[in-house]
């Protein structure tokens, strides 16, 4: 592993050639991922490709549902809590996915080849990156829990699937999501306001 891991380094900053005295600058290759709060309870999740590929996709799941026995699986369990599922071609639960119509994946910028049909995995297909994104809006998603205290929510988010294990990113990121109060200033609980109760 630490020799593939050596190779790969060393064909990105061959790559990237040398463009001054002692620096070298090479295509970060692979992907980033980014998680974002906006402040009104929504949460944008982005997706830096620099791969030829659209299969990177996301999913993402509440503190509250933050299972180890499901975020590191390998397999599919006999049992599974909401939001964890099998999905079809995956051997391990998978959470929600980020957004829909369609969710979120990586993407390719305008004329670059997409890997498969004979076009060869390339994780420096896009130099300079290419961004898609997704926002969540937590106080409607199904089976959202209340928010805390202060009035916000945390979620968890990663990408665990990908044609290339090396360039997945399943190391769950945490970001905490503010904004999570309605308008008059209590505590959202989805459709039963608190505040306009009196208590």
């Known amino acids: 592993m630490r020799a593939l891991c050596a190779a790969v380094l060393a064909t990105g900053v061959a790559a990237g050639g040398i463009t001054g005295a002692g ?3 090479a295509a970060p290759g692979g992907l980033t991922l980014q998680g ?21 996709q ?54 670059v080849p997409s890997w498969g049909n004979g076009n060869p995995y390339n994780r420096n297909a896009q130099p300079d990156g290419f961004v898609t994104e997704r926002t969540i809006d937590l106080k409607t998603v ?6 805390s205290s202060d009035g916000t929510k945390t ?9 290339q294990t090396a360039d997945r990113l399943p190391t769950p990121q945490k970001l905490v999501v503010d904004g999570c109060r309605s308008s008059n200033g209590s505590l959202d609980f989805g459709s039963l306001d608190l505040g306009t109760l009196g208590l």
């Open 23 to 25: 620096t070298a600058s």
């Open 142 to 147: 199904t089976g959202a829990p209340e928010p």
């Open 155 to 163: 979620i968890w988010f990663r990408i665990k699937t990908g044609p």
């Open 58 to 111: 996301p999913d993402w799941w509440f503190e509250q549902e933050n299972d180890p026995a499901m975020v590191n699986a390998t397999s599919i369990p006999a049992e599974m809590s909401a939001p964890w599922r099998e999905v079809s071609g995956i051997p391990w639960p998978i959470a929600r996915w980020v957004g829909d119509s369609p969710a979120l994946t990586s993407g390719l910028g305008p004329g």
């Open 36 to 56: 974002v709060s906006n402040g009104d309870c929504t949460a944008t999740i982005k997706i830096t490709n620099y791969t030829n590929s659209t299969y990177f």
